[in-house]
């Protein structure tokens, strides 16, 4: 008898750690960064192509002791060195999630999430947790929301929108840019405005500043 007592003993003891475990696990909990918008800046569009962009990407992780992770930046491309000189789209160069931003708060959990969802200026923050400056209320000034992707929405190749596979400081040619805080003039969130990743095409690659930028990327670890 006294053997039996102990072991339903034993049994409601395991059942009830279970249930403390399962309770306590958050529905969403927090993680390693493996995602940012870049502290740095570009004042073209020539960023050393998407190796150099790379580069970037992989020193600031390190920077700040996420370097473990393999880095690469969020850009389309119409020639991909690394792809035997063909196209590559953003979506295809990042791995498949998820992913967390510096104060590790969920940006998205896999490749639909994240091209589904829009700009927030509290969640595409840089390494170091900072907001990056837009249209969002308190802002300081000046704008620099507009981050460079040469995507479209979808995460997409747009041709020719990639200041010649981000190598060239022409002011002829532009590229495709996507709103950080998801907001346009005024606070907008209207349209395209709101999306991160495929908002509108910047003055030209020779200046990322004029219509709101500053030659940002975003990072994302691959692995």
């Known amino acids: 008898m006294k053997r ?4 339903i003993v034993a049994i409601a003891l395991v ?8 309770s306590m696990i958050p529905s969403n909990p927090s993680g390693p960064m493996t995602f ?15 190796s150099g962009a790379d580069a970037t990407c992989q020193q600031l992780a390190a ?25 590559v789209d953003a979506r295809s160069r990042i791995g498949i999630g998820p992913w967390r931003n510096a104060n590790g708060v969920l940006v998205a959990r896999n490749l639909d999430e994240l091209h589904s969802r829009t700009g927030d200026a ?24 507009d981050i460079l992707t040469g995507s479209n929405a ?10 010649t596979d981000w190598t060239s400081q022409s002011s002829t040619i532009s590229a495709r840019v996507g709103h950080s805080d998801g907001l346009g003039p005024g606070a907008s969130a209207a349209g395209a405005l709101s999306s991160w990743n495929s908002s509108h095409d910047n003055e030209s690659c020779a200046n990322t500043a004029p219509r709101g930028g500053a030659g940002r990327l975003y990072c994302f670890a691959r692995n």
Do not use: M
């Open 122 to 145: 509290s969640l595409l923050i840089d390494e170091t947790g900072r907001r990056i400056n837009g249209q969002w209320p308190g802002s300081p000034a000046p704008v620099e929301h």
């Open 36 to 50: 940012f918008v870049t502290s740095s800046r570009s004042a073209t569009g020539n960023l050393g192509g998407l």
């Open 15 to 22: 059942c009830a750690a279970c249930g403390a475990n399962e």
């Open 63 to 87: 920077s700040v002791g996420a370097g473990g992770h393999e880095w690469r930046a969020y850009l389309s491309a119409n020639r991909d060195p690394a792809n035997g000189g063909r196209p």
């Open 4 to 7: 039996r007592c102990s072991a």
């Open 154 to 163: 979808d995460g997409t190749l747009i041709p020719d929108k990639t200041c």
